[in-house]
């Protein structure tokens, strides 16, 4: 089975879930989406690491061919390419790397040169592999390097636990694209209630089904029973307000193996997933 872990916001308790839950599966893929802060890693502290870049194409122009006709400039709807004094430049970080300006330009003046976005870094340690996306500081899009990730990742193992990016935008998208479930975690509060409200509809729209993982709990929330009552979603499991898991997630220790109670509640967690999933 293959399960996203989204969050509306950062801060709810997204990551410490995902790589506790892969721990407490013993084998399992850890793939960190979340590659503009990755830190998953910091927990699961895989060894034998490899890293290779993430590249796109850039194009490139060559002058002596250009003859100003601005169709490649036309085409771009990114707004990527001008044409200043008779060259035509382009703006490397907002081009989509389409590849559409070389193919619409009649005299070949466009060819793509790789450009470097980020890495994808690999490693294992007791029983989890451990992928980790890691985009370049200032890039526009964290598309690719998802996209990268998540191919070194899927089918390794029959337990995959994907970290998405906080939020609902295209790089969640991405990230959940190929999951069978989607965990959404939340609290107990109504900001976090407001941004489980945006990650229900993205994953609703895109098909995919969905249960909740209250984070923080400390008793009933009417107005997340509520939510869940008119949207027909359920709580998977519910985490209980710890300081000792609080702490332990502060100091980057796994808290699945520090505390049999919350491991039971994984692995209770996990059953649950693997009926969802016909797994």
């Known amino acids: 089975m293959t399960v996203a872990i989204l969050s509306g916001k950062g801060g709810t308790g997204k990551t410490f879930l995902s790589v506790n839950l892969a721990a407490a599966a013993e084998q399992a893929v850890y793939i960190d989406c979340d590659v503009e802060e990755p830190n998953g890693r910091l927990f699961l502290r895989p060894r034998a690491v490899e890293q290779r870049a993430v590249t796109t194409p850039l194009p490139a122009f060559d002058g002596a061919r250009c003859d100003g006709c601005r169709r490649s400039v036309d085409f771009c709807r990114f707004h990527a390419l001008v044409y200043v004094k008779g060259k035509p430049m382009v703006f490397p970080d907002v081009c989509h790397a389409c590849g559409g300006c070389s193919l619409v330009c009649p005299q070949g003046a466009v060819r793509e040169e790789a450009r470097t976005v980020g890495a994808v870094e690999t490693g294992a340690r007791d029983g989890i592999q451990v992928v980790t996306g890691i985009l370049n500081t200032g890039e526009a899009s964290a598309v690719p390097v998802i996209r990268a990730a998540l191919a070194a990742g899927l089918g390794?193992?029959?337990?995959?636990?994907?970290?998405?990016?906080?939020?609902?935008?295209?790089?969640?998208?991405?990230?959940?694209?190929?999951?069978?479930?989607?965990?959404?975690?939340?609290?107990?509060?109504?900001?976090?209630?407001?941004?489980?409200?945006?990650?229900?509809?993205?994953?609703?729209?895109?098909?995919?089904?969905?249960?909740?993982?209250?984070?923080?709990?400390?008793?009933?929330?009417?107005?997340?029973?509520?939510?869940?009552?008119?949207?027909?979603?359920?709580?998977?499991?519910?985490?209980?307000?710890?300081?000792?898991?609080?702490?332990?997630?502060?100091?980057?220790?796994?808290?699945?193996?520090?505390?049999?109670?919350?491991?039971?509640?994984?692995?209770?967690?996990?059953?649950?997933?693997?009926?969802e999933c016909g797994a």
Not at 164 to 182: F, H, R, W
Not at 239 to 256: N, T
Request: glycine content about 10%; charged content about 20%; overall charge negative.
């Open 156 to 275: 390794q193992e029959d337990t995959t636990i994907i970290d998405c990016p906080p939020g609902s935008s295209c790089s969640v998208m991405e990230s959940v694209e190929k999951a069978d479930y989607c965990v959404l975690v939340t609290e107990p509060t109504a900001f976090g209630l407001h941004n489980l409200r945006m990650v229900q509809e993205l994953v609703t729209l895109l098909g995919k089904p969905w249960g909740v993982v209250l984070n923080k709990a400390e008793g009933d929330y009417p107005p997340l029973e509520q939510f869940l009552k008119e949207t027909g979603g359920t709580i998977l499991a519910s985490i209980p307000f710890s300081p000792e898991l609080a702490a332990l997630g502060a100091g980057g220790k796994l808290a699945c193996r520090r505390s049999p109670e919350f491991k039971a509640l994984l692995q209770g967690l996990l059953t649950r997933l693997r009926e």
